[in-house]
């Protein structure tokens, strides 16, 4: 048996060409195929058989034993090659198919939604026509976007929607019964629909009206002599494909429109791309094609200014995702034509380029001869290129990875953008643009504050040999400090709170980076930032943060360990360290953050290269803290006062060593600090110097020699206190030449220390200069002192409480002393500064007396417990 199928397509064909069988009969086996039957008939000619077996066999069992008897049926759809001769003699019978183009597929598609409005309009189903309306809305868009005319279907659609919709309210408004509330909507809404499309084509729609026929004749021919012309003849096998030579033969855009780009028509190109310009289905890397041969083809100085503004804002618009950042190639070219645009404005004083000006022609050029006072005035913004082109060299440093070759290539970059931010200062100086000045100076502070001299110097020499300079260099003004005050004090005289902020902070950063604390200081506490900070931006905040850090470690790298203490407190208290510095995200165990939360979270991260080292930070808060607290410690007699700390993060470590069993050789940061601590309770200076100075952090610190060397002249310092407090109830006497000998410190310097202590009444002793040894005092305080003290201290702090929880009551953030009640008021005050000092004597009286805030507290708020207080001293 011998089965032959028939199929009209193998590949792209639409036709529903059904299979047809053919076979000599299962039941006469004898029966030989005919001598002229060609041998390749025997084989499939196509694999596409789907039957089953029972409907072949039944099939089979209904044809006939002679093929010639059945007609051949005649194939339909695409012509197709056939390796029998039967196939080639239907093929040369077959006539030429056209293959529709882009253009009339849109057209079938826009009468196939136009038929199923109609379709609504007659069962009144207001819901399928509004929708389909907003289909065919898009359709036109798309016809729109690819410069094709409006079809007069669509007119006549509108037209006929015009008076549906109108019949429809009216027969709305008479009827009892109301339609459903769904269907009332989109009626409604489709009113406005069509109101809007009238607005947008009133002027073809008035010209269909006046006349139909024509305005179809005038659409016909106008899709006839814009349609591309291939020449394209298919031969008879479907290979050979000529296209007849055309010496007008010129590139065609979408949807078969030729693109003719001239000097003369630069402005019309300019306005189509830019009304094409963020729009759906606009190709923006054609339109950067289009603007790039336009710049060729500008040959005036307003026509060039236009076709940059318009090409740079399209190299912005090509990356439209917020979470990555921009091509670097992209990046490059824009950089390149925002200097090109600078130039051509600084070099052109008749041209002006500024955000706010009077509405004129876009397609007419203009000169300065054409304009009143001899000025062209562009719509547009330089500086919103700078600060596009800045946020988007941080965020690409943001999305690559720090560690990689990459990054410094990238970083290479800065150098470049750098001097595009001098070059748009000093444009800005010579049109005396205040605001945008403002902002072009305060991004090329953000450059340099936070840098060493050597990198603002190599920022620096772009600008001087480029041809447009700033009034402010680094010639000018001699050294990186003197660049970075005048830019900050051109800052200060400007309106804008936040420039004046964020350049106070910069100042700050910067005098805290080499090394002038005292200035930095100053400056902060004068500016009172620190009582506002709290309502600023969040990348003000994290600029705060930064400065406060820095201005610890300038502290700590000073030698000034209690300032540095201080300061680095509050940073530390938090436990959230890197998310304060921008420079981590903090992940919190019963918190999640959310898709939106994350996002910020990350783009408001600062790059790698400006990070400033937590684990260099948390070495320099922990060996202050370890300064501070170890001698406190050994000072304080009551359990119930060694439990007030001040610093709860080292004292949290502290604990938690000294529960463990076992302590092995130290590893981490923390390891060392910790074991020194305990050398130093243990007056072991040596092995606490020792393990300080061998962390390996402190060569990232600038001078780490010198460091290293202020922290072992302070380890024996403090070591000489707690030995002091620790063992000066086993003495009577003590020399002073053994003291300085122990501590390998100068007469000179112990005689110093011991002073100081004696005088704060932090030691009650007395010391015999001609002996040269220190008398120690011996003081029993009785139990109703001590009892006494108690009762101040728990006063103290119900003080204290009680005070705070009025404040958050009433809403006021002032102190106790800050309330204006007449004198009671001020003797508060006096009192609660009293009992708030923070000097010294803070570290407790004299030795075995009273001691402390409880004492000082007790002196201010009577006479009768001050009495007390004096016969404890």
């Known amino acids: 048996m011998s089965r032959f199928f028939k199929q009209a397509g193998d590949s792209d064909s639409d036709s529903d060409e059904s299979e047809e069988l053919m076979s000599s009969g299962d039941e006469a086996p004898q029966a030989k195929p005919s001598g002229s039957k060609p041998a390749m008939s025997r084989f499939l000619r196509t694999a596409g058989s789907d039957s089953d077996s029972s409907d072949s066999d039944s099939d089979s069992d209904e044809d006939s034993d002679s093929d010639s008897d059945i007609p051949k049926p005649k194939k339909t759809g695409l012509p197709l090659r056939s390796d029998s001769e039967e196939s080639e003699s239907e093929e040369e019978d077959r006539q030429g198919i056209r293959i529709i183009s882009a253009q009339e597929r849109r057209l079938a598609e826009m009468e196939g939604t136009g038929k199923a409005i109609e379709n609504g309009l007659k069962i009144n189903d207001w819901v399928s026509i509004s929708n389909e309306f907003d289909k065919l809305a898009r359709m036109i868009q798309r016809q729109h976007n690819v410069s094709e005319p409006i079809p007069p279907f669509y007119l006549k659609t509108l037209i006929s929607l015009e008076t549906s919709v109108a019949s429809a309210i009216a027969k709305e408004k008479e009827a009892k019964k109301k339609m459903n509330a769904t269907n009332a909507k989109a009626l409604n809404s489709m009113k406005q629909k069509v109101r809007k499309a009238f607005r947008e084509h009133a002027e073809d729609i008035v010209k269909y009206q006046a006349d139909p026929e024509k305005f179809e004749r005038e659409y016909t021919a106008l899709i006839t002599r814009d349609a591309p012309t291939t020449g394209a003849a298919k031969t008879t096998n479907g290979d050979a494909i000529d296209v007849d030579g055309n010496e007008d033969f010129r590139p065609v855009g979408r949807g078969g429109r030729s693109v003719a780009l001239t000097a003369e028509g630069i402005f019309k190109s300019l306005k189509s791309v830019q009304e094409a310009r963020g729009k759906k289905n606009t190709d923006r890397g054609e339109q950067i094609r289009i603007l790039e041969k336009l710049l060729e083809l500008a040959t005036t100085t307003y026509q060039r200014i236009r076709v940059l503004l318009a090409l740079i804002s399209s190299r912005f618009d090509y990356n439209s995702s917020a979470s990555s950042y921009m091509p670097t190639e992209l990046w490059i070219s824009a950089q390149n034509e925002v200097d090109q645009l600078v130039a051509v404005v600084a070099s052109n004083p008749a041209y002006i380029v500024q955000e706010l000006t009077e509405d004129y022609d876009e397609l007419v050029e203009r000169s300065p001869a054409t304009e009143k006072d001899g000025i062209v005035r562009i719509r547009g913004s330089i500086i919103s290129f700078i600060d596009r082109l800045d946020d988007e060299f941080t965020k690409s440093l943001q999305n690559i990875d720090p560690h990689g070759t990459e990054y410094v290539d990238r970083l290479k970059d800065e150098k470049t953008l750098y001097s595009t931010v001098c070059r748009a200062q000093a444009f800005y100086e010579q049109t005396k643009q205040d605001d945008p000045l403002s902002r072009v100076v305060m991004r090329r502070l953000e450059h340099i504050y936070s840098k060493p ?421």
């Open 453 to 873: 001299d050597a990198v603002v110097q190599a920022l620096e020499s772009s600008t001087e040999s480029a041809d447009i300079k700033p009034s402010i260099t680094l010639a000018s003004k001699g050294s990186t400090t003197g660049l970075i005050h005048s830019l900050c004090v051109h800052l200060y005289r400007t309106g804008n709170s936040l420039h004046r902020t964020r350049a106070m902070l910069s100042h700050i950063y910067h005098y805290a980076l080499i090394n002038d604390f005292h200035t930095a200081r100053d400056m902060l506490l004068m500016s009172h930032l620190q009582e506002s900070i709290h309502s600023a931006d969040v990348a003000t905040q994290i600029l705060y943060n930064r400065t406060v850090v820095q201005l610890g470690l300038s502290a700590f790298r000073s030698g000034m360990i209690k300032e540095a203490q201080s300061t680095l407190l509050d940073i530390f208290t938090t436990q959230r360290v890197k998310e304060l510095l921008a420079q981590g995200v903090h992940q919190q165990r019963y918190q999640v953050l959310t898709p939106e939360q994350e996002k910020a979270e990350k783009q408001r991260q600062l790059p790698f290269h400006m990070h400033i080292n937590t684990e260099l930070l948390e070495a320099a808060f922990l060996v202050s803290s370890m300064l501070v607290e170890i001698p406190l410690l050994a000072s304080i007699d009551s359990e119930e006062l060694k439990r007030k700390a001040i610093s709860k993060p080292f004292r949290r470590l502290l604990d938690f060593a000294d529960r463990q069993v076992f302590t092995g050789p130290p590893e981490s940061t923390r390891d060392h600090i910790m074991q020194a601590s305990k050398a130093l309770q243990d007056g072991e200076w040596e092995r606490c110097r020792d393990l300080v100075q061998s962390i390996k952090i402190w060569s990232l610190m600038p001078e780490a020699a010198s460091v290293k060397e202020m922290l072992a002249k302070r380890i024996q310092e403090q070591g000489l206190r707690t030995y002091l407090f620790t063992y000066a109830p086993h003495y009577n006497t003590l020399s002073l030449s053994l003291l300085a000998q122990t501590f390998s410190l100068p007469l000179r310097s112990v005689t110093s220390i011991v002073s100081k202590m004696i005088w704060s009444e932090e030691l009650a002793a007395s010391l015999d200069q001609s002996s040269g040894c220190i008398v120690f005092h011996r003081m029993e305080v009785t139990r109703q002192q001590q009892l006494a003290l108690i009762i101040a201290e728990k006063v103290s702090a119900m003080a204290e409480q009680n005070e705070k929880a009025l404040d958050a009551k009433l809403g006021t953030s002032g102190g106790w002393g800050d309330r204006a009640d007449g004198k009671t008021g001020e003797k508060r005050g006096e009192q609660v500064q009293e009992r708030r000092g923070r000097g010294d004597r803070t570290r407790g009286g004299s030795r075995g007396g009273a001691r402390g805030r409880g004492a000082r507290f007790a002196q201010g708020l009577g006479n009768q417990m001050g009495h007390t207080s004096q016969r404890a001293g």
